[in-house]
């Protein structure tokens, strides 16, 4: 016999909800208070809590719904007395209110303790309420969505009902809701969302740096003689050609004499692919001689073209100058967007630099070529080591490099970490002992391992990944939905919070968050790096590894651009 709808239930008031969807909503909102890598605004946290609150909602919606059908299979019926109904909701009301109190000052304390750990401030008491209503705000537009997606589902049921049988019309009604709501979702909120996303990165992109001139230098791109003109290369392409130390600066921290270090880089302009942008950077290499420099190092840029002119001064200070960083623009959008949207094209754009500069490279004799060397930060190292088939080809192609922030989705990065010796942790994986690559937690770990074990002889060709522990970019996955990674099962890393456990859905978005302020905590801290890269490129360079560098690291902090 069919299920049918009874009438009273179908005229139940729009606010009635579920008392079990209820149980879990607030469960589940207030796990979501539970802590991260790093300390979440009040906007994020109620983003957060809303989108729990709602997920704990439906997952008790459907566990009543899988009762009351197993219920109604065995003709199960449970009753109880007045009396003890009574003394059982009286008991319920209280204990649940001192779980909800214990636990909310469990959670606002852990999180207190989550940003003593990175040192940046705590939420404050109106930050919570804020938080709250933001949440519940989030909660009722998402229920009353939900809500009338099913009313419209038994309407059009109802409709088809008249002509089909009642089961074959309810699937009708579900499939054709389902694929409108999808359609409207994705091409409608989601794409346009990304369009206005576009057109505002595209006005960024169009603007000029405060405070910044077009360069006098015809070593660097935008300069006298560059093909690339200035305002052709964008808003970070600009930074990053104006940021150059001079010989002069360089040679003060050096205490030697020092060369102009050439910077080389192509925008991303109307009707250019990624390959021509790719062989206008060869060609500005070519034009400003970098290929007779001592180091040649190809920088794979974030989605809006950012490079971290603290791995770029690194390599210009280390070299006295005698350097050419090469670099380009592939997107317009912050990596956040390009997550979601496109991982392709930095991929695409990483494999086109490289190739294109090797293959120039390779053409010099052996004795003239400069030590090429390999970087990016984030979803530039993402698309930087998509140039190399695997961790073999990467050793053999490129004669060393650092990659910041790696995402764990990033191909060479994943397949490393799942071969590492074992006992070594996930966020700081030992590689053959560190013969070749060497996964890097903080300054004084190039020369050990997370336990503080020393590593044997450091080859060449040298590779670091550098990856805190607290870094949301690095740990992000959406395998984290529904799967517990090691990095939370083992011990976790020395700028993490005890507190932190794996939760499923919560952490997910619990990282994505923390991903929005990930440049909030000091260096050393989230995907903050700054001044431990220079101990890294100097012994991918072919320094002695751990060998103080504090000289250049002042000099370096007087040049160094930050713009993030």
Do not use: C
């Not at 009543?64 to 449970?78: E, K, N, P, T």
């Not at 109307?270 to 007779?292: I, P």
């Amino acid at each position: 016999m069919p299920f049918s709808l009874p009438a009273a239930r179908a005229a139940r008031r729009w606010w009635h909800f579920s008392h079990i969807g209820l149980l879990f909503a607030a469960g589940w909102f207030l796990i979501s208070w539970s802590p991260s890598l790093l300390p979440r605004t009040w906007y994020y946290q109620g983003l957060i809590s809303g989108l729990s609150a709602v997920f704990g909602y439906g997952l008790g919606m459907l566990v009543g719904w899988v009762f009351r059908v197993v219920a109604h299979l065995l003709q199960l019926r449970i009753t109880i007395g007045e009396r003890p109904g009574a003394f059982l909701r009286v008991a319920a009301f209280v204990f649940g209110a001192l779980f909800v109190v214990v636990i909310t000052i469990s959670n606002v304390r852990s999180q207190g303790r989550t940003a003593a750990v990175v040192h940046l401030p705590a939420l404050g008491p109106l930050d919570w309420l804020r938080s709250i209503a933001l949440a519940a705000a989030i909660a009722a537009v998402l229920l009353a969505t939900g809500r009338l997606l099913r009313r419209l589902t038994r309407q059009l049921a109802d409709v088809a009902g008249r002509v089909l049988p009642r089961a074959i019309a309810a699937t009708i009604a579900v499939v054709v809701v389902v694929t409108v709501s999808l359609w409207v979702s994705d091409n409608v909120l989601f794409h346009r969302g990304m369009q206005a996303f576009a057109a505002a990165a595209a006005q960024v992109n169009s603007q000029t740096p405060q405070g910044r001139m077009p360069p006098t230098s015809a070593l660097v791109s935008g300069g006298p003689g560059s093909a690339e003109s200035y305002d052709s290369l964008g808003y970070e392409g600009q930074m990053f050609v104006t940021a150059a130390p001079t010989a002069v600066e360089i040679s003060a921290a050096t205490g030697r004499a020092a060369s102009e270090p050439i910077r080389a880089y192509a925008g991303l302009t109307e009707g250019r692919s990624v390959e021509d942008v790719a062989a206008a950077v060869v060609a500005e290499l070519e034009r400003t001689h970098a290929f007779d420099r001592k180091v040649l190092a190809v920088m794979t840029s974030t989605g809006t073209g950012w490079v971290d002119d603290w791995s770029v001064q690194s390599i210009e200070y280390l070299s006295g100058g005698d350097s050419a960083v090469a670099s380009m623009q592939y997107s317009y959008l912050p990596s956040a967007m390009d997550y979601m949207t496109d991982l392709r094209t930095p991929r695409e754009a990483g494999k086109a630099l490289f190739d294109r500069v090797h293959a120039a490279w390779a053409r010099l004799p052996e004795g003239r070529r400069p030590q090429l060397v390999v970087g990016g930060e984030s979803l530039g190292s993402y698309g930087g080591q998509a140039a190399f088939t695997d961790a073999q080809d990467m050793l053999a192609r490129a004669e060393g490099g650092v990659w910041v922030g790696t995402p764990s989705f990033t191909d060479i990065a994943r397949e490393l970490t799942a071969s590492r010796n074992l006992g070594s942790p996930q966020i700081a994986p030992v590689i053959d002992d560190g013969r070749h690559i060497r996964f890097v937690t903080s300054a004084d770990r190039i020369t050990k391992d997370y336990y503080g074990r020393p590593y044997g002889a450091w080859d060449f060709p040298r590779f670091v990944y550098a990856q805190h522990p607290s870094d949301p970019v690095v740990w992000w996955n959406p395998a984290l939905l529904g799967a517990e990674p090691d990095w939370l099962r083992e011990p976790l890393g020395r700028d993490v919070n005890p507190d932190v456990t794996w939760i499923p859905f919560v952490t997910f978005w619990q990282l994505t968050a923390d991903m929005a302020v990930g440049h909030d905590p000091p260096d050393g801290y989230g995907h903050r790096y700054g001044a431990e890269l220079v101990p890294a490129w100097a012994a991918v360079l072919g320094g002695t590894p751990g060998q103080d560098q504090s000289r250049l690291i002042d000099g370096i902090t007087r040049t160094v651009s930050r713009s993030k």
